[in-house]
């Protein structure tokens, strides 16, 4: 029987498959990186090799370049704030967001952690949820740790409240605040009592940032409800210095100003003796009689008022 053309031929190749015409070339499956097959009297290729291969297409994948700096370990934690702040309902897949549940268990991780001696947070948000942006500003003003928070592009709406919650805030030169009343998004009944509502919460927003800022309560309201100031809103857009000049933001600087002030604040605090972690409570027991160098029989006061 005659053998077809070429049959004689050593048409393949290791590594390569030549079933069909889609199959031709290397066969890369599952993102994993190819390589060749070893060959008779060649070595095995080198696991760290392929190992550090996948790293790089994995870095590639992730941000763009083969390699990663390595992290060193830091005293300081970093907190980023960015897109919009989630709430309770799931934001588009395309949004980027920043969800509460994934900060509020950094926050506490950090407050527990003895290596952790201070936070950065940096803010490039549009705002968000309110409650759940609150939820965060507390968290962050609720640490015993020095914060510094840095406004890098914006820190728009809910984000001012996170800003203003850290121990000390820096803004870049050309970052800007926007500061508005909230709003509500889907049904609203048309009664008074949603209007009462609308100013409570708004009332929760004014309070907060007064507290924790140099703002005064009447130009921070001035500044929420100006008009002519915004194509179709009512508010104000504060830019770099305009921050800090109405007292909302401590000052203007970038990511080495922020540093640096967390570093001196760290080691004030140091310098102060006190602890990373305040003393625990102390526990008394349920029952008095039954701790130890407590009296078994005495004027103890009974369920009455009375003595035992």
């Given at each position: 029987?005659?053998?077809?053309?070429?049959?004689?031929?050593?048409?393949?190749?290791?590594?390569?498959?030549?079933?069909?015409?889609?199959?031709?070339?290397?066969?890369v499956g599952n993102g994993e990186p190819w390589m060749p097959e070893?060959?008779?009297?060649?070595?095995?290729?080198?696991?760290?090799?392929?190992?550090?291969?996948?790293?790089?297409?994995?870095?590639?994948?992730?941000?763009?370049?083969?390699?990663?700096?390595?992290?060193?370990?830091?005293?300081?934690?970093?907190?980023?704030?960015?897109?919009?702040?989630?709430?309770?309902?799931?934001?588009?897949?395309?949004?980027?967001?920043?969800?509460?549940?994934?900060?509020?268990?950094?926050?506490?991780?950090?407050?527990?952690?003895?290596?952790?001696?201070?936070?950065?947070?940096?803010l490039n948000t549009v705002g968000g949820d309110i409650e759940a942006?609150?939820?965060?500003?507390?968290?962050?003003?609720?640490?015993?740790?020095?914060?510094?928070?840095?406004?890098?592009?914006?820190?728009?709406?809910?984000?001012?409240?996170?800003?203003?919650?850290?121990?000390?805030?820096?803004?870049?030169?050309?970052?800007?605040?926007?500061?508005?009343?909230?709003?509500?998004?889907?049904?609203?009944?048309?009664?008074?009592?949603?209007?009462?509502?609308?100013?409570?919460?708004?009332?929760?927003?004014?309070?907060?940032?007064?507290?924790?800022?140099?703002?005064?309560?009447?130009?921070?309201?001035?500044?929420?409800?100006?008009?002519?100031?915004?194509?179709?809103?009512?508010?104000?857009?504060?830019?770099?210095?305009?921050?800090?000049?109405?007292?909302?933001?401590?000052?203007?600087?970038?990511?080495?100003?922020?540093?640096?002030?967390?570093?001196?604040?760290?080691?004030?605090?140091?310098?102060?003796?006190?602890?990373?972690?305040?003393?625990?409570?102390?526990?008394?027991?349920?029952?008095?009689?039954?701790?130890?160098?407590?009296?078994?029989?005495?004027?103890?006061?009974?369920?009455?008022?009375?003595?035992?």
């Amino acid at each position: 029987m005659d053998k077809p053309l070429g049959a004689d031929k050593d048409m393949g190749q290791p590594g390569m498959d030549i079933s069909g015409y889609g199959g031709l070339g290397p066969q890369v499956g599952n993102g994993e990186p190819w390589m060749p097959e070893a060959e008779p009297g060649h070595g095995v290729p080198d696991k760290a090799a392929v190992e550090g291969q996948k790293a790089a297409l994995e870095n590639i994948k992730q941000v763009g370049q083969t390699a990663v700096p390595a992290p060193e370990i830091s005293r300081i934690h970093c907190v980023s704030i960015v897109g919009q702040v989630e709430g309770h309902i799931l934001l588009p897949p395309r949004n980027k967001t920043t969800k509460y549940e994934h900060i509020i268990p950094q926050l506490v991780a950090v407050e527990q952690s003895p290596e952790i001696q201070g936070v950065l947070l940096i803010l490039n948000t549009v705002g968000g949820d309110i409650e759940a942006g609150l939820a965060i500003a507390e968290m962050i003003k609720g640490l015993s740790k020095p914060s510094v928070s840095l406004v890098l592009g914006g820190g728009h709406s809910i984000g001012a409240p996170i800003a203003v919650a850290a121990d000390y805030s820096f803004i870049a030169e050309s970052a800007t605040i926007t500061v508005h009343p909230i709003r509500l998004t889907g049904l609203v009944v048309g009664v008074p009592q949603t209007y009462e509502y609308l100013d409570k919460m708004q009332d929760r927003v004014v309070r907060f940032i007064v507290e924790n800022s140099s703002i005064a309560e009447e130009q921070l309201r001035e500044l929420m409800f100006r008009t002519g100031d915004l194509m179709r809103d009512i508010g104000t857009v504060l830019i770099g210095r305009e921050a800090v000049r109405v007292g909302l933001i401590n000052e203007v600087g970038g990511v080495a100003q922020a540093l640096a002030k967390l570093e001196e604040m760290i080691d004030a605090r140091a310098a102060e003796g006190r602890p990373d972690h305040p003393p625990p409570p102390t526990v008394w027991p349920l029952i008095p009689q039954q701790a130890e160098g407590f009296p078994r029989h005495g004027n103890l006061p009974g369920p009455g008022g009375g003595a035992q």
